[in-house]
T-cell receptor
Framework: EDKVVQSPLSLVVHEGDTVTLNCSYE??????LLWYKQEKKAPTFLFML????IEKKSGRLSSILDKKELFSILNITATQTGDSAVYLC???????????FGGGTRVLVKP | DGGITQSPKYLFRKEGQNVTLSCEQN?????MYWYRQDPGQGLRLIYY???????QKGDIAEGYSVSREKKESFPLTVTSAQKNPTAFYLC?????????FGSGTRLTVV
């Protein structure tokens, strides 16, 4: 059975801190790994990773995938209160376009 | 603007009643999905459909039913057999890479 595990479950930081979120997975036919940010309703897309070792960057957020060790990390530098959200990791199978989500990491950034 | 519309945003139902959640997309995507989210948890797949008139069970299909008679529509029925239906329900669609989510329906059963 496909499995995606995120850690930590939650964390509280102060503005300006750097956070690192982890996502490990076990999927039969890996196609891609996706990161989403969920604030109130629908998750919004952050990154899609398909190749090992290539960092994707968007402003203060970056992410990298290790297909050998089966994990990904999402980094947020110089955090702001607007970064407070649940961050979801999902892995897509090669067949079926099916996404398996992790349980999410709840991040709270205090002023 | 292309997107996914879920309705209603909030739904209250009495225990034992069936209820149908609507999901419509105008993105011309073949694949559509229903996810359930409980407080403090990730998304769990209920049903998915890769093409019209075809759908498969996800990880937690018991107590739910779907239909896919049209490409743009993928309604989810929460039946009385679902033991704990109160949750946030998200519909999504995809085409090759890239998923689009609706804004969700919060169902409360009293």
């Amino acid at each position: 059975e496909d499995k995606v595990v995120q850690s930590p479950l939650s964390l509280v930081v102060h503005e300006g801190d750097t956070v690192t979120l982890n996502c490990s997975y076990e999927v039969t036919n890996f196609r891609s790994l996706l990161w989403y940010k969920q604030e109130k309703k629908a998750p919004t897309f952050l990154f899609m990773l398909t190749s090992s070792g290539i960092e994707k960057k968007s402003g203060r957020l970056s992410s990298i995938l290790d297909k050998k060790e089966l994990f990904s990390i999402l980094n947020i530098t110089a955090t702001q209160t607007g970064d407070s959200a649940v961050y979801l990791c999902a892995v897509e199978e090669a067949a079926g376009n099916k996404l398996t989500f992790g349980g999410g990491t709840r991040v709270l950034v205090k002023p | 603007d292309g997107g996914i519309t879920q309705s209603p945003k909030y739904l209250f139902r009495k225990e034992g009643q069936n209820v149908t959640l609507s999901c419509e997309q105008n993105l011309n995507h073949d694949a559509m999905y229903w996810y359930r989210q409980d407080p403090g948890q990730g998304l769990r797949l209920i049903y998915y459909s890769q093409i019209v008139n075809d759908f498969q069970k996800g990880d937690i299909a018991e107590g739910y039913s779907v239909s896919r008679e049209k490409k743009e529509s993928f309604p989810l029925t929460v039946t009385s057999a679902q033991k704990n239906p109160t949750a946030f329900y998200l519909c999504a669609s995809s085409e090759n890479y890239g998923y689009t989510f609706g804004s969700g329906t919060r169902l409360t059963v009293v």
